[in-house]
């Protein structure tokens, strides 16, 4: 299971568990939030969609949650 809003690389086997916000192949770095936002508004412009203001607290609810 991959988390929301990873980025998974590196050699070998990722873990079969991927924390929300992983960074790397472990899971154990975690993206700063704000950075992991500019992507998704990126990824998301590219569609030629918006992220809106409740995806985007929505984000940072499970970022807190998971995070602390």
């Known amino acids: 299971v991959v988390g929301a809003l990873c980025n998974v690389f590196g050699d070998g086997t990722p873990s079969r568990h991927i924390r929300h916000f992983s960074w790397g192949q472990t899971g154990e770095a975690c993206q ?3 950075k992991a936002l500019s992507t ?4 998301m412009a590219r569609r030629n ?9 929505r984000i940072r609810a499970l970022f807190a949650k998971e995070h602390g």
Do not use: A, D, I, P
């Open 32 to 34: 700063e939030l704000e």
């Open 40 to 43: 998704c508004r990126k990824v």
């Open 49 to 57: 969609q918006e992220l809106s203001e409740g995806e985007e607290q």
